[in-house]
């Protein structure tokens, strides 16, 4: 029997031993020569389908690198796959919960035989180093153990407790939806994109899964790595499109029962307008699930240990350059120690080195050319919202290599409310805002329309307990970093404009993508 208690996360590989970075060098090898130009098609119905137009993915470290290519869906594709997914649910919602739990097993037991491929490949292909790549992939196989066995709860009349009642059975059932479609982005590749599509699965849902452009062949990847553990075909339709296109024709269908969507505020918050419009044929109000956006703060007050903070504050700003939705993009210190936490800050940020994801640099080239237009826009920005204490640059090339490398950047002084201070940059720019003191640092924290990670570096034991209670985002750190949530310790989404803070990775996840129907029977 699986039980839930039985899980735990997948430790991380220590890539201070040598052995752990020569096995790491040799997977990049072996990527480079067996996925390196690879080309995967949409797969519908279980068939591998291809496409006149291709999609292309670049290293973005080095730009004159095709990674690979995907098929590129058309609204033919993505209605076939739909239809074939409704065909598809007929059975696999008989399923036993228990088989396609087993399922999800086996695709774990397989990315841990290739953890180090998934990693290479996501270094070459969006440019993340070692241990960021490595983080990602243990997260994969975590939300596959642990959706796996969280599914166990649902199974079965009764599922759900309900008050007893003389005369009478009374109990729940935990029913799948139907057909969903996981919108996933380029940034967590591997585990979101799996996480999106597992949770929904187990429990007896069909899911057409579209990755992001950047990232179609790590996606692809996954996909293999599910149908070679069995899914039935048309349980899993993966279908690399477009967003506009595609995505859109997706999400505006009478036929989609529920959309999975992680992104941007902006593409989050257009899917749930047209989400909730119906349309002729509909029978339904479509659920939508939506993790966006961050513009996370990390105060740091006069007791906090600063040497804590300080690293703290390296780790959460620039892991993989600071494309995460839980980056720490403000640091908000109070006045009494605003110099020495900056000072800190710069100095230890300076050593990071640029390079590219397979050099295992600190920081590396940001995932692609509209990404790198922003970013810039932001550099421009900055000497007019703050004093640029570090980088300030964007210098497209890095050791020879052009690629779309964007120094890290901190800019002091920042206004709480100026641009740079409310707007999601999705790079390695973080803005330093100081507040007078521990009530004015809680106050800027909240100052944005995001909610989703915060931190607080303190040693008062009140001021931690008025933040649990105030400050508003949905993962909250203490004396740490506000980075690196792992699947089922700290589940994971955000408040506000952050998203629908449904918590990926937690024991309430699944419950999103089913519906319960009450059942009595009077004896
Ligand atoms: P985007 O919103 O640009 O894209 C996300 C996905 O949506 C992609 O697959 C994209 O396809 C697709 N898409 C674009 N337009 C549409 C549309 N009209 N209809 C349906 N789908 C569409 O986000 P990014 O990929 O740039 O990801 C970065 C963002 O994700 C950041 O804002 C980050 O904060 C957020 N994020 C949030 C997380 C959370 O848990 N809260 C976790 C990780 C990231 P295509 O690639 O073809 O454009």
Redesign the pocket.
């Known amino acids: 029997m699986l039980k839930i208690q039985d899980y735990r996360p997948q430790p991380f590989i220590d890539f201070t031993k040598a052995e752990n970075v020569q096995a790491y060098e040799a997977a990049l090898k072996k990527v480079r020569a067996e996925l390196v130009g690879k080309h995967y098609p949409m797969v519908i119905d279980g068939e591998r389908v291809d496409t006149a137009e291709k999609?292309t993915s670049l290293n973005p470290c080095d730009t004159s690198e095709v990674v690979g290519t995907t098929a590129k869906a058309t609204i033919e594709d993505a209605e076939r796959a739909l239809q074939g997914a409704w065909k598809a649910f007929e059975t696999w919602k008989t399923w036993d919960m228990d088989a396609r739990a087993r399922i999800l097993l086996k695709a774990s037991a397989k990315l841990k035989e290739r953890r180090l491929e998934a990693c290479a490949l996501m270094s070459i292909e969006v440019g993340k180093n070692y241990a960021e790549a490595d983080v990602e992939v243990a997260e994969a196989i975590d939300f596959l153990e642990y959706y796996a066995r969280s599914a166990m709860k649902y199974s079965g009349f009764g599922s759900s407790e309900t008050t007893w009642f003389e005369g009478e059975e009374n109990g729940l059932m935990s029913l799948p939806l139907g057909v969903g479609?996981s919108?996933?982005?380029?940034?967590?590749p591997c585990a979101?994109f799996v996480g999106m599509l597992a949770a929904p699965i187990v429990v007896g849902n069909c899911v057409i899964a579209?990755?992001?452009?950047?990232?179609g062949l790590i996606a692809g990847f996954i996909a293999d790595i599910m149908y070679e553990a069995g899914l039935p075909a048309g349980v899993l339709q993966f279908l690399p499109?477009?967003?506009?296109?595609?995505?859109?024709?997706?999400?505006t269908h009478a036929k989609t029962r529920f959309i999975t969507?992680?992104?941007?505020?902006?593409?989050?918050l257009?899917?749930n307008e047209?989400a909730a419009k119906v349309q002729p044929g509909q029978k339904w109000i479509k659920k939508v699930v939506?993790?966006?956006?961050?513009k996370d703060g990390m105060i740091v007050d006069e007791t906090a240990d600063l040497e804590v903070a300080i690293t703290a504050a390296v780790q959460g700003a620039f892991g993989f350059n600071g494309?995460?939705?839980?980056?720490m993009s403000r640091l908000i210190v109070v006045d009494a120690v605003y110099d020495d936490v900056v000072n800190g800050f710069v100095e230890r940020a300076g050593k990071l080195k640029m390079g590219t994801g397979e050099e295992n640099a600190n920081v590396t080239a940001v995932?692609n050319q509209?990404?790198f237009d922003k970013i810039k826009g932001y550099l421009e920005l900055a000497p007019q919202e703050g004093k640029v204490l570090l980088g300030g640059e964007a210098p497209g090339e890095c050791n020879g290599k052009q690629g779309y490398y964007i120094q890290a950047t901190i800019v002091g002084d920042v206004k709480r409310d100026a641009r740079m201070a409310q707007e999601?940059i999705?790079g390695p720019v973080i803005s330093v805002i100081r507040a007078k003191d521990w009530q004015d640092a809680l106050d800027i924290a909240n100052s944005t329309e995001y909610g989703?990670t915060g931190g607080v570096c303190s040693r008062d034991r009140a001021r931690l307990e008025q933040a649990r209670q105030e400050l508003e985002v949905?993962n909250l750190y203490f004396n740490r970093k506000i980075t690196g949530a792992i699947v089922g310790v700290q589940p994971?989404?955000?408040y506000n404009m952050?998203?629908t803070d449904s918590k990926?990775g937690g024991p309430d996840y699944l419950a999103y993508f089913m519906q319960l129907k009450t059942v009595t029977e009077r004896w």
Not at 210 to 215: G, I
Not at 241 to 251: A, F, S
């Open positions: 999609l479609v919108i996933s982005p380029w940034n967590f979101i579209k990755p992001a452009e950047d990232s499109g477009v967003g506009k296109d595609v995505g859109e024709y997706l999400t969507f992680t992104g941007s505020r902006a593409v989050g257009h899917i047209v939506l993790e966006l956006g961050g494309q995460k939705c839980s980056a995932v509209m990404s999601e999705f989703l949905g994971f989404g955000g952050s998203g990926a």
